[in-house]
């Protein structure tokens, strides 16, 4: 989880700047979850179970899912083959909103990453919670520039705030943040509810 969460603070950093999330960090994203959910597996299967380092493992990179079976070889590739086709699944889901714009290329990319680290089903939690974001935003932003309009708000206010009126609307919100948010929530409600289960 910590390092989706450094991936997504580098991903918001650039988006930021250039309006985009550069190949190459999703590519990086890429190798170091295959390499973390290897070292996952490797941590899972190797320790003894009852030994304080297992455990430690286990919270600290807290693996998306593990199987049982002989051979911590079959057991890595198996996982990463999951994992593969997780994230081939999320972009097959994911492509229809890259088509009618409403993500851009890069948060695609960026979410289908992310299901190397917390799993497909954590990923698609924090893909709804950030739509809930998004639209808390662009209810805030309306609501503000309505406001404005009618006079509730002062001038000098509303007009900081970004207009939905421009032709550009495509950099008004960007995803990349709604989604490190819907990341955050989704590992809050889990270390909330889980220790309940």
């Not at 973390?36 to 304080?52: D, E, K, L, Q």
């Not at 994992?83 to 695609?108: R, S, Y």
Request: proline share 5%; aromatic share 12%.
């Amino acid at each position: 989880m910590l390092l989706l969460i450094v991936f997504l603070l580098l991903a918001v950093r650039t988006d930021m700047k250039t309006y985009r999330i550069p190949n190459r960090l999703i590519m990086t994203g890429f190798v170091v979850g295959i390499l973390y959910t290897t070292v996952c597996c490797f941590f899972h299967s190797a320790i003894p179970s009852g030994m304080i380092s297992k455990t430690f493992f286990s919270i600290l990179l807290k693996p998306p899912h593990m199987t049982n079976g002989d051979g911590i070889f079959w057991q890595m590739l198996l996982l990463i083959g999951k994992q593969f086709a997780a994230m081939m699944t999320m972009l097959i889901v994911l492509i229809p909103f890259w088509k009618v714009k409403a993500f851009g290329g890069g948060d695609v990319k960026l979410a289908c990453i992310s299901v190397w680290y917390i799993g497909f089903a954590a990923t698609a939690r924090s893909l709804l919670y950030a739509g809930a974001i998004t639209a808390l935003i662009g209810g805030i932003l309306i609501a503000t520039e309505y406001l404005t309009d009618l006079g509730v708000i002062p001038k000098e206010f509303g007009d900081r705030v970004p207009k939905l009126k421009k032709r550009n609307r495509r950099h008004l919100v960007r995803f990349s943040i709604p989604y490190l948010g819907g990341v955050l929530a989704e590992y809050v409600i889990s270390m909330i509810i889980a220790p309940r289960l």
